[in-house]
């Protein structure tokens, strides 16, 4: 026995610890890296897990673009409606590209612009379809329109096709109430002028002066220029059309839709159907017919068709029917229900909803 103990615990164990040997640890072993063979199969399975993933991306993304095309559709078939509470009828198609909106000549035949123009007040747009208002008419023509032409409307575009923008303005059409701007915006939506024998040079025909069309009002210039009762839609040349002369019923009716657009020229204005300013009176930029000659379509390369509906949707356009309603209608919609559709009393009641 240890006569002298420590005094403390501490230096006790102090003193036990320089009775033993330290045994060395062994050495870590070298860190490993990925061979070659290892870092290109996690490159393989990365690239299968987006390749898996991206589709689905895509999709979800095209589905909430669609959801917010038909959103547009809704505000502009709503925006028409409230037009025809307000007024009588549904915004006139005016008097022919060659004219555009006019805040000083009313909502009706007298107006000679188109019926974008005509609902501008009802998509919160007042203070730009009263640009000029009051003005002379070449101050309106050369200062105050041309200004107008290059605002951007965001309601007025399809997000699939095109973001809203200014684009150039390459068109020959003389304009007798625009000085013709370089860039304008333009719109992806046209109205429904039904079964219809419109040709493309119909449209440049019209007035020449105010004067000149305030003495062509009504039903009797449309005889002139295309024949009696040749028009079935619901927007066309003077046209003032209530609800009431819908005889098919609002919701066997199409009202406004989506336009087909060649898919070379969403941005150069090198289409017949996309080649003029968004509120000119009846054009095929703003108007589409339903004939049974016209099969609705995607927007295609290298195909012109500007007479017809249709989208840069895959699996269908958009219509907005005359009770404000909007569905995707098929591009494989037999025709003859389509013509149907867009005759506002021709005796056939099919169910827009259907298709």
């Known amino acids: 026995m240890n006569p002298n103990p420590p005094s403390t615990d501490a230096a006790w164990t102090r003193r036990l610890n320089d009775h033993f040997i330290p045994v060395p640890r062994p050495p870590s ?10 870092l290109l199969v996690v490159i393989t399975i990365i690239g299968i897990l987006i390749a898996l993933l991206l589709p689905a991306v895509q999709a979800a993304r095209e589905a909430a673009r669609q959801i917010q ?13 409230n037009h025809e509470e307000v007024h009588g009828y549904l915004p006139t198609g005016g008097w022919g590209n060659r004219w555009v909106g006019d805040p000083d000549r009313g909502f009706g035949r007298r107006q000679p612009g188109g019926w974008l123009f005509s ?5 919160e747009q007042q203070a730009l379809h009263d640009m000029g208002i009051g003005s ?5 023509k050369s200062v105050y329109f041309p200004q107008r032409e290059a605002v951007p409307l965001e309601v007025l575009t399809c997000p699939t096709r095109r973001p809203p923008g200014l684009y150039p303005h390459v068109s020959t059409v003389h304009y007798w109430n625009l000085d013709k701007p370089s860039l304008v915006f333009r719109g992806d939506y046209a109205a429904n002028l039904g079964t219809c024998s419109y040709t493309i040079n119909s449209f440049y025909f019209g007035p020449a002066t105010l004067d000149e069309g305030d003495q062509m009002l009504g039903q009797e210039w449309v005889d002139v220029l295309y024949g009696a009762n040749d028009v079935t839609g619901v927007i066309h040349v003077h046209s003032e059309v209530a609800l009431c002369d819908i005889t098919d019923g609002l ?8 336009k087909y657009i060649c898919a070379d020229y969403y941005y150069d204005a090198r289409s017949l159907s996309d080649d003029q300013v968004i509120d000119c009176g009846v054009d095929w930029d703003v108007a589409r017919v339903t004939n049974d000659s016209y099969q609705p379509v995607q927007d295609t390369p290298g195909f012109a068709n500007a007479w017809a509906f249709g989208s840069a949707h895959s699996n269908g356009f958009h219509m907005a029917l005359c009770d404000g309603s909007v569905h995707l209608i098929n591009y494989t919609i037999d025709l003859s229900v ?7 009393g021709d005796g056939y009641t099919i169910d827009g909803k259907k298709f």
Do not use: M, W
Request: charged content about 15%; aromatic content about 8%.
């Open 29 to 38: 072993p070298a860190p490993r890296g990925f061979t070659l063979v290892e």
């Open 69 to 81: 095309c038909k959103n547009h559709l809704k505000q502009i078939a709503l925006s028409c409606l």
């Open 119 to 123: 609902i501008l007040p009802y998509i």
């Open 136 to 140: 002379t008419f070449d101050q309106k």
């Open 251 to 258: 919701s066997n009716t199409y009202l406004v839709g989506e």
């Open 338 to 344: 389509h013509a149907h559709l867009g005759n506002r």
